[in-house]
């Protein structure tokens, strides 16, 4: 076969249409084969000679698309140097585009004997692990352009690509639960009935299946253990054949973004699938240990780990951060996804120890052109001492607001001494963000996540039920901060399964009418439940998977929901650009405020009623005429007015109509309960009636400005 020299960018294999570059770093590595496999797995290995700066290349004549490869890497088997180079094993190209086949659970993936992990033992592993695949990087992306919707303007939908669609009939079964699956017409039209403006998948890198999962018969079905940062998932692929995969993901983008759909990509840039020092050698732990991995200072044997799955990636090494960077600016300029969801993103903030907001990491995504410009948003915080980072990232970041999550959840369980902190959260927690030059939407707003109770589980449980995960019910978090509206677990009582549906509109009102970017777990629009477990991490079967086959109620739920996000994309109120002017956000002598806190008999509240312990209601103006922000054409904006009555209380309790000079008179918009009496108008000092744990949202037309569109009558659901 015939080898040229080749060159040592781009890493990885890069197809010209003439023939195939490889390219991949070892700073440690003695030697380094590149190995052609065939169907037949057998190899034909050629000696990678040419070395440029720690990185080992050729380049092969008339190699293309479909072909098989991957590497070994001779030098020293050393754990205690934090070297573990194994020629016996076929290593995974960090830098594949696609990748074939799954991990099995075989002695020739470890590097150590299973009866005596002290012992070195070299068993080949072609056969047993996955491999990289040379891929064609021609695609027709016709007139694809970004839909680049603005945060303000931002509805995000959490979802995973195999639950979303395995269980719906609307989808030809060959494509449920794959790319072209979150592709099709039916799915992208509920989406948008829906009103969502982003989809952010669960983890879409090529992920690896634990050991131990796999020995009790489970599986990773979140996907948090990533073990290709360039590679789309390959089982979620519907056409079979080596690297499909690349091109139904790119046809899934291209789809969404013609519905005006952003990709947001959750990404595991933390860790990866090779675990601790018992696992497996699949890519990283082979190529180069040392650079690849943060080890124990003066114990290289073993790895430093802030996230709770047997590794961190070494943040400080540049090859590190570079292989993190090229996968990034991939995703965004060949895949054309619109941003990204970094998992534990505290861990990659690490420089030393601590979690520095000055760290490389950031500085170098900061100054790049192309991963600036799209969505950034970190979960913030890992397992680590001083890993709780809420508030804390840096201005180009949004967050997931985990803060907004626990007082919500509080405040509606009836928890005390929660209206300051409600109120903080409800106008975009500007004592989080604002201090850093940021605005409300670095708040990302939600309830529920893949990663706990679903909605409908959150009112129906006071415990976890994990039982499935065969742990004896110990994982998972274990503290549920709601209520279970009286009964635990499934009810035949219609009483109490009305109030957990308020409940749960409860929580979307609250959510949906919040300043931030809100964001939904995919399932909750319709009340799915995963049978109160709360870490399904390990559960790829119906008990994630959504069930679309609803009831009535749930109808009305989704419905509900449909409406929640009409009201906010038709009231700039509820998604502004910048944060309520401070002096409005603890009321004042009159309503003059962006927006103005009151107690339920309509009187402004004081710095004593912020500090009683037992208040559980508040009345909420939102003024129209007091956005004083241009929108993104520079036209001034001016609302409807809003009030709000939120009653968290388990009392029905009278509030009352504020006094005010607009003769204008109050219309009711929604109410999540149904036991409510009202007249169709309401006008100043008039009294009414907010039962017990619900939520009465009035709209009060402006004299001047057209019709915005609040009514919600016609809405459909289409999808039940």
């Known amino acids: 076969m015939e080898v040229w020299p080749g060159a040592p960018y781009p890493l990885g294999a890069t197809y010209d249409g003439s023939g195939t570059n490889f390219a991949v770093f070892s700073s440690t590595a003695e030697k380094i084969e ?12 050629i000696n990678l000679s040419e070395i440029d700066g720690y990185v080992w290349h050729c380049y092969l004549p008339g190699v293309g698309p479909g072909q098989h490869y991957g590497f070994r890497a001779y030098g020293e088997y050393a754990p205690e140097k934090g070297l573990r180079h194994d020629s016996s094993k076929i290593l995974l190209d960090p830098y594949a585009k696609a990748i074939d086949g799954q991990v099995a659970n075989h002695q020739a993936n470890f590097s150590y004997n299973f009866a005596n992990p002290q012992e070195y033992i070299a068993e080949d592993s072609l056969g047993h692990t996955m491999l990289s695949v040379v891929h064609n990087p021609y695609f027709d992306w016709g007139h694809d352009r970004p839909p680049a919707h603005e945060y303000h303007n931002s509805v995000i939908y959490e979802a995973h690509v195999k639950g979303f669609t395995q269980l719906d009939s609307e989808v030809p079964e060959e494509l449920r639960g794959t790319y072209m699956g979150i592709a099709y017409p039916t799915t992208i039209k509920y989406l948008k009935d829906l009103g969502i403006t982003a989809l952010e998948l669960m983890p879409v890198h090529q992920f690896v299946n634990d050991t131990s999962l796999t020995e009790k018969g489970l599986s990773n079905y979140w996907g948090y253990n990533t073990i290709g940062y360039f590679a789309p998932q390959n089982t979620y692929c519907s056409e079979k054949g080596p690297g499909k995969q690349v091109d139904e993901f790119k046809s899934m983008v291209k789809a969404l973004h013609e519905a005006d759909i952003e990709v ?50 070494n943040m400080r090494a540049p090859h590190t951060l570079q292989l993190i960077m090229d996968s990034l600016r991939y995703w ?77 959840r509080d405040f ?31 708040s990302i707003n939600f309830i529920t996540a893949h990663d706990g109770f679903t909605l409908h589980d959150l009112v129906s449980y006071n415990e976890k039920h994990n039982e499935a995960n065969g742990e004896n019910n110990a994982d998972g978090e274990s503290h549920n901060r709601s209520w279970n509206c009286g009964a635990e677990g499934p009810s035949t009582d219609p009483q109490i399964n009305s109030l957990r549906l308020q409940q749960m509109k409860n929580f979307l009102t609250t959510l949906l009418l919040s300043q931030g970017v809100p964001m939904l777990s995919h399932g909750d629009e319709i009340g799915t439940t995963k049978d109160g477990n709360n870490n399904t991490y390990c559960q790829d079967n119906e008990l994630s998977w959504i069930n679309w086959q609803v009831e009535d109620w749930q109808k009305e739920l989704f419905v509900f929901t449909q409406q929640l996000i009409k009201l906010r994309k038709d009231h700039p109120v509820f998604r502004r650009r910048r944060f309520l002017r401070g002096e409005a956000l603890r009321g004042g002598t009159s309503a003059q405020g962006d927006i103005e806190w009151m107690r339920g008999d309509a009187s402004y509240m004081t710095a004593e009623d912020w500090d009683t312990f037992y208040a559980r209601s508040l009345l909420i103006f939102v003024n129209g005429d007091k956005i004083l922000e241009p929108d993104s054409h520079g036209r001034n904006i001016t609302d409807d007015d809003f009030l709000l009555a939120f009653n968290a209380s388990e009392e029905d309790l009278t509030f009352t109509i504020p006094d005010s000079d607009n003769a204008q008179p109050w219309e009711l918009v929604l109410a999540t309960s149904t036991k409510i009496d009202l007249p169709a108008a309401l006008g100043a000092k008039m009294n009414f009636p907010v039962p017990a744990r619900s939520v009465i949202v009035f709209i009060r037309k402006a004299t001047k400005s057209k019709d915005t569109g609040n009514k919600l009558s016609g809405i459909t659901a289409s999808k039940n």
């Open 34 to 45: 590149l190995c052609l496999i065939d169907k037949d797995l057998q190899e034909t290995r």
């Open 264 to 313: 947001i990509l959750d990404v595991v840039y933390n860790h990866t699938a090779e675990g601790n020092h018992l696992g497996p050698t699949l890519s990283f732990r082979g190529l180069d240990n040392q650079n690849y991995y943060r080890l124990v200072p003066g114990d290289a044997a073993h790895y430093f780990d802030t996230t709770g799955t047997g590794n961190s990636l």
């Open 332 to 408: 965004i300029t060949e895949m054309h996804v619109d941003g990204f969801r970094f998992d534990l993103a505290s861990t990659l903030a690490r420089e030393l120890h601590d979690v520095d907001k000055l760290s490389t990491f950031f500085d170098i995504i900061q100054q790049d052109p192309i991963i600036s410009q799209v969505k950034l948003i970190a979960e913030p915080w890992d397992i680590g001492d001083g890993g709780y980072n809420v508030g804390e990232f840096p201005p180009l970041w949004t967050e997931w607001n985990g803060k907004y999550r626990d007082t919500m």
């Open 412 to 442: 509606w369980r009836g928890e005390p001494s929660l209206l300051d902190d409600f109120a903080s959260r409800f106008s975009g927690s500007s004592d989080l963000y604002e201090n850093s030059g940021r605005r409300p939407v670095a």
